[in-house]
């Protein structure tokens, strides 16, 4: 007999827990098992479990229609609190999302309601919706205006990996708006707008076999400054390029860009220097080294690391099958990284930088960091700022220890101090 999604969802988490996280990750989508290996598993778990308390029971479930896609929501009493295990499911029944948040967190995602960082000011800007670019890749923005009068310095902002939206909404978090909002309560304005691979999901599809960073997110980008020339309100002499994680990794390549001229500094949050794939190997390694390892999981890493090898291989081309690489990505997007080295590029570059680490980050760690600072130490007009306490979204976590996967479920903002060091550099550099 065939399950419901409801059904298989309340399966799903008395798998979880019963500790049976292999089967669990049995049931995971082939393009998203490396992120969801049973070693991953049980240390969420066991970190979810120290904060809340033993699991008690299963309470309800109900379904939550998002923009995307449907969540199966499973709400679980635990024994200091209850917390939401949030499931969607392919055709094929199988799991390609699974995130555990504080009750009513997705609810609040399909029904947006925005509390405001304390940094926020909100009577000092206002917001506009905007378009960037037009035709069959057109993309809605939204440009936060200070009040008063301009024109103003301004910020495009550059999404991670991923099909973002315009906030680089991580539930239950908002990144790119508490920059939006805080940087503009700081007399700068900020435009951000929702990714092509989100908005146009459906229709890339089909391009995969071709489909590169050129794409993905750089001629959006400069697109982006195109608009705020167009903009009486913005100082068009003064645009800054802000890229969190994989725009920060891919931020020397668009000031490259001779449509990127006008571009007179540059901010890196969270920027790898390292090649993605050694990035991706090393993520699932940390989180795999969270807790004992079974020969399956063991065997999910070596299949991670083979995949890996083939990006690497001389022999790599174009019909290597997307199969065979990391996150089932085509060869197209990897052979198009093969030789880009950001920091060397950065080198190079005219403009001004800030680059900002968070101390305890597993995506982009120290040894990315270190990797800026070596690359750039000749030069004398780029600014280094670490964070000691800062998980990847520049959020608050654990004192003293790398952060785990539980870190993005806890709400919070972007800091004051990030908020002040990024106004206070753009004001240095007007």
């Known amino acids: 007999m065939n399950m419901t999604t409801s059904e298989q969802a ?33 240390a969420n778990w066991r970190s979810l479990e120290q904060q809340l308390g033993a699991f008690q029971q299963q309470m309800f479930i109900h379904t939550v229609q998002t923009p995307q896609m449907s969540v199966e929501v499973v709400t679980c009493a635990f024994a200091k609190m209850p ?11 199988k799991i390609i999302g699974l995130t555990m948040t504080p009750v009513g967190t997705l609810e609040q995602q399909a029904n947006p309601q925005y509390t405001p960082p304390p940094y926020a000011t909100v009577d000092r800007f206002m917001e506009q919706e905007v378009q960037i670019g037009s035709g069959e890749w057109a993309l809605p923005g939204t440009l936060t205006l200070p009040t008063g009068p301009g024109p103003f310095p301004a910020v495009v902002l550059v999404h991670g990996s991923g099909p973002h939206d315009r906030d680089e909404t991580t539930p239950p978090n908002k990144p790119f708006r508490d920059l939006a909002w805080g940087l503009a309560s700081n007399g700068i304005a900020v435009l951000r707008y929702d990714k ?14 071709t489909f ?44 490259s860009a001779p449509a990127a001229s006008m571009v007179c500094g540059g901010i890196i949050m969270a920027g790898p220097a390292r ?73 190079h570059l005219p403009q001004p930088l800030l680059i900002l680490q968070a101390g ?20 004398t007009d780029v600014t280094f700022k670490a964070y000691p306490d800062l998980y990847h979204l520049f ?31 753009i004001k240095q550099h007007q």
């Open 83 to 93: 917390f939401d295990i949030n499931l969607i499911f392919n055709p094929e029944m």
């Open 275 to 347: 090649p993605l794939e050694d990035i991706m190997l090393d993520l699932v390694t940390y989180i795999a080294s969270l807790s004992d390892q079974t020969p399956g999981q063991q065997q999910q890493l070596e299949k991670l690391a083979r995949k890996v090898a083939r990006v690497k291989d001389p022999q790599l081309t174009p019909a290597t099958p997307a199969s065979d690489l990391p996150l089932n990505v085509a060869a197209a997007y990897w052979l198009d990284l093969r030789n880009y080295h950001p920091a060397e590029v950065a080198r």
């Open 395 to 425: 959020m608050p976590s654990e004192p003293g220890h790398k952060a785990t996967p539980v870190a993005y479920t806890i709400a919070n903002h972007v800091t004051t101090q990030v908020i002040n060091d990024i106004s206070t550099w």
């Open 10 to 42: 309340q399966h799903v988490v008395g798998l979880l827990a019963q500790g049976q996280f292999p089967q669990v990750e049995a049931l995971a989508a082939e393009s998203i098992k490396p992120f969801l290996l049973a070693a991953q598993l049980a």
């Open 212 to 255: 590169t960073v050129q794409q993905e997110v750089i001629e959006d980008v400069l697109l982006a400054l195109d608009l705020l020339c167009e903009r009486p309100e913005i100082d068009g002499q003064q645009l800054f390029v802000l890229g969190h994680s994989l725009g920060g990794y891919l931020l020397p390549r668009i000031l």
């Open 360 to 379: 305890n980050d597993y995506q982009v760690t120290q040894a990315d960091f270190h990797l800026w600072q070596q690359a750039l130490s000749q030069r």
């Open 196 to 209: 092509r691979t989100k908005v146009y999901a459906a229709e890339i599809s089909p391009l995969a076999s």
